[in-house]
T-cell receptor, first 117, second 116 residues
Framework: AQTVTQSQPEMSVQEAETVTLSCTYD???????LFWYKQPPSRQMILVIR??????QNATENRFSVNFQKAAKSFSLKISDSQLGDTAMYFC??????????????FGTGTRLQVTL | NAGVTQTPKFQVLKTGQSMTLQCAQD?????MYWYRQDPGMGLRLIYY???????DKGEVPNGYNVSRLNKREFSLRLESAAPSQTSVYFC???????????????FGEGSRLTVL
């Protein structure tokens, strides 16, 4: 079974600054996906960024980028130029690569990020 | 663009009562899921339906049943509610597993359930 660990329950960052959220995972799989999801207050959870384990290049999506260290089983999220709208709970998630139709994700416990003025 | 719609948004039950959470998606997705979210525990998969006509247990299925009514709808039933089932429940749906959509779940707004 896979486990996903987010060791930072809460973080705070000032607007326009950069913040990094940490995530580690444990798996015996060699090929898999990793994700960061964002859950804004009272709004629906959405996918922020996705990384395929076989790709060495770190994924980026505008102000969001990841630092994927496969050997260390580490997958951190960097948010640059933080904005008030980035205030949310962030979840790291894991999914095995493989056959089947369903996308069964294992989520971490989340990091609550507060962006302040 | 409704996406994933869950009802009800809030519900208070007494121990032993039953209820059904309804979920519908309008994105023509094959797969649907029910998760529960508890403080300090993240989201845990209760049941999922890979495609119409199939359902499978997730990580925490005890005390729940599901029905994939058709491609759009996936309901979660608590037959005899217990205080341990107090939680926020999320329905989600997804397109095929193959990239570039792999792992992208579309979530509803959640249903907050309290069992007294």
């Amino acid at each position: 079974a896979q486990t996903v660990t987010q060791s930072q329950p809460e973080m705070s960052v000032q607007e326009a600054e950069t913040v990094t959220l940490s995530c580690t995972y444990d798996t015996s799989e060699s090929n898999y996906y990793l994700f960061w999801y964002k859950q804004p207050p009272s709004r629906q959870m959405i996918l922020v960024i996705r990384q395929e384990a076989y790709k060495q290049q770190n994924a980026t999506e505008n102000r969001f980028s990841v630092n994927f260290q496969k050997a260390a089983k580490s997958f951190s999220l960097k948010i640059s130029d933080s904005q008030l709208g980035d205030t949310a709970m962030y979840f790291c998630a894991f999914m095995k690569h493989g056959t089947g139709t369903a996308s069964k994700l294992t989520f971490g416990t989340g990091t609550r990020l507060q962006v302040t003025l | 663009n409704a996406g994933v719609t869950q009802t009800p948004k809030f519900q208070v039950l007494k121990t032993g009562q039953s209820m059904t959470l309804q979920c519908a998606q309008d994105m023509n997705h094959n797969s649907m899921y029910w998760y529960r979210q508890d403080p300090g525990m993240g989201l845990r998969l209760i049941y999922y339906s890979a495609s119409e006509g199939t359902t499978d247990k997730g990580e925490v299925p005890n005390g729940y049943n599901v029905s994939r009514l058709n491609k759009r709808e996936f309901s979660l039933r608590l037959e005899s509610a217990a205080p341990s089932q107090t939680s926020v429940y999320f329905c989600a749906s997804s397109e095929a597993r193959r990239s570039p959509w792999a792992g992208e779940l579309f979530f509803g707004e959640g249903s907050r359930l309290t069992v007294l």
